[in-house]
């Protein structure tokens, strides 16, 4: 069923109300908030740097093989992939950590294609999403039946495929063997992946008595192998060189007396003279396997078979070189599977067909391991509830933006099984589980299913987001208590994302206190110039900064998670401190975690963002399809999300960006080149009443000046607020917003001497490959409102960029490669104002200097105020000619205001 995409949206992200799909119900908010978001589609990009970073990421969203995406949910299920190629790094089974979190860039990327439809409404972006969707229908079908064989071309007829990541297996009969001395092992293989110890053959009951073929050992070439005692006591057979992938080898061992001969492509190519061990003394074996392993740790086959045959002796040379030109046919078992799999039973190594609902790139067992987990290994289990949230998202995305109705039902179904798996589990347990480090990551998982509740209804949903509540976590932090120190970041942020909604849902307050009183310990308390936070993904102390600036700074997911809870917090609480942040690390990390080229195949993200002396970024980290390329990818196409929001009265505009945004009767549009333009207008379509409320920067110290129709508003701008203005508007009004940037240094809350450059809203960065601390000198030029940019010499023609000392600074937003500088050492050596040289030394007491302290009152209205302050400041610092020269020199000194 489709839904009108309008409505849905409204229903979604702006009305205070939900509206079931099936049923038309409202479902009311026990504690909304008081500002609401715009739909993506309400509001669009007009040119500027935000859109030209958008459109290289559509670029790339246009141009990607959906197919490649759902390729691992199509192996997991024992689906055709139709030759795909999945895109690999941790979305593949080669990934870190044996690619357990596969399945997390499908979602982030279907994400992606919603957002960029929802902004733009091009069709192809709905259709990949419908091409995914469609695709995670058939894979969950898949999940909830028997195993189907794959029937593809084989050596002589039809072979039987098992795709790797299928986790498939033929089951022979008990007593396959038939308690035969000796025997002939034959098949033709085609590998298709090089995973050692896959097994072609595997007769025994577990790791001590057992006999396999398999087509690579741990030298790469085949092995039989065959014991009572295990491992160590196996009596084996080894070949000399590789089978080649992709490419049909027949195989064969016979085993017969104390011989036993490896046979490839028809030659002999080993043998075992002195085997004392043969298949009758194993016994009756439980397991008679083809393509599994007794080891549960080997992989799975992967590849083609054909023409699998067990005779009960040792066929001779010329026969198993007979078998190259035609089939045999084996007295104790023979497979062909012209005509299906005879007595054999095709089976998943994971067991029974999985739950009602479930749905993953992954078998379930992920999830039962982590249920009794006591400690973290992300290479047996890594978040897989993370990973649901990422496709649980994804698909309410789709939903919201296209109206596909199985969306939301593949939402609904990962939903109620989630719920039915949790509720059984006592707090014990659940408390374990999200407590652990990595493997009991959830990510926004409480977020989506909580909207999932507002949508349908559903209070199992309701029920269900509490039980991720992690109550060490949200105790302490409702209770303003610091235990952030030695936490993983990006596992952390999102929960309190969860918890705000949770708190709309619910109306308990401990939810949006313990959310807020987190934020206050990220920012600014462990937060970097760019806006971004962590160290090597973690937390450090409180006020750690410069001591923390390595390589492995500013994990981008964190920037992504924090702009969310921001946006999420000012709906609750106008405070401006939520949309100044929001617009740090926007204009700096978020655009500059975007590098400035096209790719079609990479989303080219930065993962961690170094802030080290020298750092370069990276924006093709570690082996690719992380979880900051899947946030990034959603980044770059929502940066619109918080330009405005809405109340019933009102219209907040919270960022200044070109766009257009249409609300109620009325559309605004903003016409802007900021951050290159220190200015903005507002021009109003359509008449109505209504408070426009502008957010005035808290970085804004030079004044800001607010005009409508040309003439100024009579109201007070005062940086680090709200300006409102109630009015009759009518279609023509214009209100023009000037915002002077000033240079400022900020100091490292740990060490002062460590700076960085804001320049307005921009975090200037030098470019420089010399990996020691550069030291600059900024006050000899400050003027009267303390903008240091004086000091500074502007690049012809390159905005934003200047000289300091023959060093370049540029905008970190520029996704360039260049090694940089974000933090510098400031050195004030001299008393200098104005570019006037007193003489005297800049003295340091309790660790703050002469001109620190002169300088920290600023801005002054008049040179009397500012010469007034250096005559009290000088009286604790100097005393006879020095003082004399210092408050002489302030006298005399040509400031700018």
Known sequence: MMIDRRSLLKVAVVAPLATTATTGQAFAESAPPALRPFALRDVTLSGGVFADKRALMLAYARGYDVNRLVQVFRANAGLPTGGAVAPGGWEGLDGEANGNLRGHYTGHFLSMLAQAYGSTGEPVFAEKISTIVGALVECRAALRRDPVPLSVPGRFGTGLEF????????????????????????????????????RIFDFGNDTTRYMYLTARNNNGVPRFAITTNGGGSEQAINGTASLPLGEWSHIAVTVEGTTGVLYVNGSQVAVNTAMSLN???????????????NYAADPAFAGVLDDVNIWSRALTASE??????????????????????????????WGSPSHPGFLAAYPETQFITLETMTRSDYTVVWAPYYTAHKILKGLLDAYLNTGDARALDLSTGMADWMYARLRKLSAEVLQRMWGLFSSGEFGGLVEAITDLHQITGNADYLALAKLFDLNSLIDACAANRDVLEGLHANQHIPIFTGLVRLHESTGEQRYLTAAKNFWD???????????????????????????????????????????????????????PKYMDYFERALVNQILGSKQDQADPELPLVTYFIGLAPGSVRDYTPKQGTTCCEGTGMESATKYQDTVYFQHPEGLYVNLYMPSTVRWQNVTVTQTTAYPFEQASELRISGNATFDLHLRIPGWARKGVTVTINGSHHVGKPTPGSYLTISRAWRSGDTVRVEMPFTLRAEQALDRPDVQSLMYGPVHLVARDSRTAMLEFSLYRNATLSGDLVRSLTPVAGKPLHYTLDGVELAPFFEGTADPFHSYFRRVEPRVVFGGLDAGVANVVRDGTSFLDTVWSAAPFPTKTDFVTRVDRVADRFYAGEDRTRVTRTARHAPLWP
Not at 163 to 187: E, F, H, K, W
């Open 163 to 198: 795709i790797r990541g299928s986790y498939q297996y033929l089951d022979l009969p008990p007593n396959v063997l038939g308690g035969s001395a000796a025997v002939t092992l034959s098949a033709w293989v085609k590998p298709t992946h090089a995973s050692t110890w896959a």
């Open 521 to 575: 310990m990220v920012v600014p308390h462990r937060m970097y110039s760019i806006g971004g936070t962590s160290e090597r993904e973690f937390w450090r102390a409180r006020g750690a900064v410069a001591s923390t600036l390595t390589d492995v700074n500013a994990e981008t997911c964190c920037a992504h998670n924090m702009l969310k809870l921001s946006r999420s917090l000012f709906a609750h609480d106008q405070n």
């Open 320 to 349: 198993i070189a007979g078998l190259r030109n035609s089939p045999g046919k084996g007295d104790l078992a023979s497979y062909s599977f012209d005509s299906g799999l005879s007595d054999a039973t095709l089976r998943r190594t």
């Open 279 to 293: 298949p009758a003394v194993l016994g009756q074996v439980r397991n008679n396997w083809v393509g599994r392993s």
